[in-house]
């Protein structure tokens, strides 16, 4: 499993696409972090001249709008990098090699998961000198930026392994990344939907399959068990499915 995660990290980190990635997110997030501290000037400005008392609160003003937005920038890059972990085996044509080698089929998920959960963990760690800018200008909520980084970690964790899992499903790269969009849209749109059905257990249950529903306590500052135990069942199980998936085309091959 070592070896098929260093692997994967050679290939990800020889390859321009993980720069262009990385750049544009810590980009799009600067420009997202700048966006918000303008909206909190402009809303102090107007305060003083209501001559309102009491102060804005960071957190709320700027860090719920800032992580919102990098949420959204979450969901687009998670499938750009989970894309190529088995699509690009199958191009290539070593997708056979994979099943003749001494290793079984759960270590080498499990070493191509990792390295791509360690590109996009990076990715969101140079993303931190945004916070970091903030900080030097500002005193914000601690305690809301790490749960906040903690719910990304959790749910991107999440969607790399739907994406995997549509990785596994086909040769071409570019469909593995749409189909990942797609299906994570879904899961997030799902809370959506809760107050318009009849049923009251129906609309419980998409409320709790909702990524964006698990995701807002992260970013009021607040870790809760049944979010956390959420992603990782949601990543274990579509790892799990993934694990059949090749099981099957070890079967077939």
């Not at 305060?47 to 003003?61: E, H, M, N, P």
Request: glycine residues 8%; contains cysteine; proline residues 2%.
């Amino acid at each position: 499993m070592r070896s098929i995660f260093l692997k994967e990290l050679v290939q990800y980190f020889s390859s321009p696409v993980f720069f262009a990635l990385a750049c544009v997110f810590v980009g799009v997030a600067g420009v997202f972090l700048y966006n918000a501290v303008a909206y909190a000037n402009l809303l102090a400005t107007q305060i003083s001249q209501y001559q309102a008392s009491g102060g804005i609160s960071v957190s709320a003003v700027v860090l719920r709008p800032l992580f919102t937005d990098m949420s959204l920038l979450v969901i687009l890059l998670v499938p750009l990098i989970s894309m190529r972990l088995y699509a690009e085996e199958k191009a290539s044509g070593t997708m056979e090699l994979l099943f003749t080698y001494p290793v079984s089929d759960l270590k080498v998920l499990l070493g191509k998961y990792l390295a791509g959960f360690s590109v996009f963990v990076l990715i969101l760690a140079i993303s931190g000198f945004n916070t970091a800018l903030l900080a030097a200008a500002t005193t914000p909520d601690w305690g809301v930026i790490l749960a906040s980084y903690t719910g990304l970690l959790l749910m991107g964790g999440a969607i790399l392994a739907l994406g995997v899992l549509a990785s596994s499903l086909t040769r071409n790269q570019v469909i593995a990344a749409a189909a990942t969009l797609g299906a994570v849209l879904v899961f997030w749109t799902l809370g959506w939907f809760a107050d318009s059905v009849s049923s009251g257990y129906l609309g419980s249950a998409l409320r709790e399959l909702s990524l964006a529903g698990h995701l807002s306590r992260f970013f009021n500052g607040m870790i809760m068990l049944k979010d956390v135990v959420f992603y990782l069942l949601f990543t274990v199980f579509f790892l799990a499915v993934t694990l059949r998936v090749l099981d099957f085309h070890r079967c077939r091959g």
